[in-house]
């Protein structure tokens, strides 16, 4: 059946983080912005996107709109992986990690949403057998960056009060480490420095953090792609994380074949949809390296992240951004109940998005790709 039309929609959340909102990006952060995806096909099925995302939406909004949405209309929507092939090759020179995959991110997630709900089974069923005995599972608490170590063990607190046992930091020194670590109680820590240090200098760090028991150290080196300086970080004895920008099934290739991580992150709405990032599981078995997607994410690209993680990850674990929305289109399916996410278990993504909450939240216009016109 052929796609009959794309839509892209921006709704803005109002959200509390637990302390002040820091810029991003060069701009004020006081709303979680979702971009939204839309697939419709001529029989009249409906398929939900997440495309990537924050402060990059006005790039990836205008690559889905004026140029990926263009090629993907009136394709075959039950070919997910011959037109991911044939879209990705068409725009590989714009760039091989970036908007324009971004976009067909949200294309292709969509398009699943579709496969499922066709087939009458959650998305979860389709990709792995393990979630047919996970009706919930495990989540980690993702704290955002504060500027006041107090507020980083405030939050921490917080965050094991709501039953979370795993929490990640995005903290850049061990005095944040130690305050969260002083009232985590049982729970485990995680650090995310998002690329802070040279290797040098992460190295130094990787020694002190030494025995500190960190769950994992993410993303300690910059540039991303620098896979033998983060293996000689991974030397220092602490488990590596990494992934989130990396492009598509070589890039994390490459980071195995170099000895650089124990874990690996494929993000849906950013690496070419669910396709690729099963790809990465794939990989990550044949390899022994453990998969555990990143999805700090509250759209379809989250629910997308719950089944594969459901259906096909040995060591389940959902990452789940510390903050509270004023409200969210996926309603109580992006909310974990004492540390733990529920797995839609309808058709499809299990959850299309509430309209009246599109409707209140909505940051300009919908935007309708059809054929022959935008």
């Not at 398929?47 to 263009?70: C, K, N, Q, Y």
């Not at 970036?98 to 089974?121: H, T």
């Not at 046992?165 to 670590?181: E, G, P, S």
């Not at 044949?286 to 993680?309: E, M, N």
Request: net charge negative.
């Amino acid at each position: 059946m052929r796609i009959k039309s794309v839509e892209s929609t921006v709704v803005a959340l109002p959200f509390d983080m637990g302390g002040p909102k820091p810029a991003f990006a060069g701009r004020p952060w006081d709303h979680l912005e979702i971009l939204m995806v839309r697939v419709e096909t001529e029989d009249g099925l409906v398929g939900w996107g997440e495309a990537f995302g924050h402060a990059a939406i006005p790039s990836t909004r205008a690559a889905l709109d004026t140029i990926v949405a263009p090629l993907v209309v009136g394709r075959d929507a039950d070919d997910i992986e011959g037109l991911s092939r044939s879209i990705l090759h068409a725009v590989h020179l714009l760039g091989r990690n970036g908007p324009f995959v971004y976009a067909y991110s949200g294309i292709e997630i969509a398009l699943w949403d579709i496969r499922g709900k066709r087939a009458g089974k959650p998305l979860h069923a389709l990709l792995g057998d393990k979630g047919r005995d996970r009706s919930e599972l495990d989540a980690y608490a993702s704290l955002l960056w504060y500027a006041e170590t107090e507020v980083v063990a405030k939050n921490t607190a917080a965050a094991c009060a709501r039953g979370y046992r795993y929490i990640k930091l995005h903290q850049v020194t061990r005095k944040d480490m130690l305050a969260a670590k002083a009232v985590a109680g049982d729970a485990r820590i995680m650090l995310d420095v998002n690329c802070a240090w040279t290797v040098d200098e992460a190295h130094q760090m990787a020694q002190s953090l030494g025995g500190d028991d960190l769950f994992w150290l993410e993303e300690p080196v910059y540039p991303p792609e620098d896979s033998h300086g983060l293996a000689k970080v991974r030397k220092d004895g602490i488990a590596i994380a990494a992934g989130e920008n990396t492009a598509g099934v070589f890039g994390f290739q490459s980071l195995i074949d170099a000895g650089a991580i124990d874990i690996a992150q494929p993000s849906v709405t950013k690496i070419g949809g669910i396709g690729e990032v099963m790809r990465v599981i794939e990989l990550g078995k044949a390899r022994g390296v453990q998969v555990t997607p990143h999805c700090p994410y509250f759209g379809a690209g989250f629910l997308a992240s719950l089944h594969i993680i459901a259906g096909a990850i040995d060591k389940p674990l959902v990452e789940v951004l510390w903050l509270d929305m004023e409200a969210n289109p996926y309603g109580p399916w992006v909310k974990p109940v004492n540390g733990r996410m529920k797995v839609p278990q309808g058709p499809g993504l299990g959850c299309d998005p509430d309209p009246a909450i599109v409707a209140r939240y909505r940051v300009g216009e919908t935007v309708v790709t059809k054929q022959g016109r935008t």
